[in-house]
């Protein structure tokens, strides 16, 4: 054997294990991507499933709820791209497929969720970031096109909306209740500047009016709490019949 064959041959053998170092260093990247990636769908799928079950039914729209299932059904056809033998998957895409096919009349099971305290309006606009994550990465995928994922962050910005529409007239309602008329007044003021900063503020015309009115009546309830009745006889009474210190018939109405 020439020097020349045997420099061939030693070319050679390096060269074949830098390609089968090549070939295995791939195949491991493959490997590292594909549980990426399915770590990476599982929790998209975790929380599709979390909105979809828990968002408040009177927030939830037919046409939501099959917007829902759609990006479920996508998350679960890549997922089983990667894991080609669960049965598991392979069953929940034949159910949402089957809930597709029934468009606008797709049933909605959501249980209501009245928002009557901070916390609770805090966990439905979480639910509504996620949701909005989830149209977001579905449009850069090219799942969704860019004129629906447009409509539905419109739509999603008047849910928004609606559950503070909700909010601030459930914690007004709940301080008449309890016989608090400046809490209710302080709730339905809020309500009614949020409405009108918004960007439209002629959607919620009706909204604000009654809002308005409700303001109206806990500024009423108000104002009669503070004013001393006839019958209430007593030297504080008098006093503020007869006293011509405007600053102490101010300070005695504030206390």
Same mark, same amino acid.
């Given at each position: 054997?020439?020097?020349?064959?045997?420099?061939?041959?030693?070319?050679?053998?390096?060269?074949?294990?830098?390609?089968?170092?090549?070939?295995?260093?791939?195949?491991? %990247?493959?490997?590292?991507? +594909?549980?990426?990636?399915?770590?990476?769908?599982?929790?998209? *799928?975790r929380r599709c499933g979390e !909105?979809?079950?828990?968002?408040?039914?009177?927030?939830?729209?037919?046409?939501?709820?099959?917007?829902?299932?759609?990006?479920? *059904?996508?998350?679960?056809?890549?997922?089983?791209?990667?894991?080609?033998?669960?049965?598991?998957?392979?069953?929940? !895409?034949?159910?949402?497929?089957?809930?597709?096919?029934?468009?606008? +009349?797709?049933?909605?099971?959501?249980?209501?969720?009245?928002?009557?305290?901070?916390?609770?309006?805090?966990?439905?606009?979480?639910?509504?970031?996620?949701?909005?994550?989830?149209?977001?990465?579905?449009?850069?995928?090219?799942?969704?096109?860019?004129?629906?994922?447009?409509?539905?962050?419109?739509?999603?910005?008047? !849910?928004?909306?609606?559950?503070?529409?909700?909010?601030?007239? %459930?914690?007004?309602?709940?301080?008449?209740?309890?016989?608090?008329?400046?809490?209710?007044?302080?709730?339905?003021?809020?309500?009614v500047q949020y409405l009108r +900063?918004?960007?439209e503020p002629q959607l919620y015309?009706?909204?604000?009016?009654?809002?308005?009115?409700?303001?109206?009546?806990?500024?009423?309830?108000?104002?009669?709490?503070?004013?001393?009745?006839?019958?209430?006889? %007593?030297?504080?009474?008098?006093? *503020?019949?007869?006293?011509?210190?405007?600053?102490?018939?101010? +300070?005695?109405?504030?206390?």
């Open positions: 054997m020439t020097p020349l064959m045997i420099t061939l041959l030693i070319v050679a053998g390096i060269a074949i294990l830098i390609t089968i170092g090549y070939l295995n260093n791939a195949v491991e %990247n493959s490997k590292l991507e +594909k549980a990426r990636l399915k770590i990476e769908l599982t929790e998209r *799928l !909105i979809t079950e828990t968002f408040p039914r009177q927030f939830t729209t037919p046409a939501l709820k099959l917007l829902l299932t759609r990006l479920e *059904l996508n998350i679960t056809q890549r997922l089983l791209l990667i894991d080609k033998n669960n049965a598991g998957l392979k069953a929940r !895409i034949t159910e949402l497929e089957y809930q597709i096919g029934l468009g606008e +009349k797709i049933p909605v099971n959501n249980p209501k969720a009245p928002v009557l305290t901070e916390a609770k309006a805090k966990d439905v606009r979480l639910l509504l970031e996620a949701l909005h994550t989830q149209i977001t990465r579905a449009a850069q995928e090219g799942f969704l096109p860019p004129v629906e994922a447009k409509q539905w962050i419109k739509e999603i910005r008047r !849910i928004l909306v609606l559950l503070h529409i909700e909010f601030f007239n %459930n914690l007004g309602q709940i301080a008449f209740t309890q016989n608090q008329p400046g809490q209710a007044r302080l709730a339905f003021e809020r309500g +900063k918004q960007q015309a009706e909204q604000i009016k009654a809002m308005e009115k409700q303001l109206g009546r806990a500024n009423s309830m108000v104002l009669t709490n503070i004013k001393p009745t006839e019958d209430d006889v %007593n030297e504080l009474t008098e006093g *503020l019949k007869t006293t011509e210190d405007d600053d102490w018939r101010k +300070k005695a109405i504030y206390d």
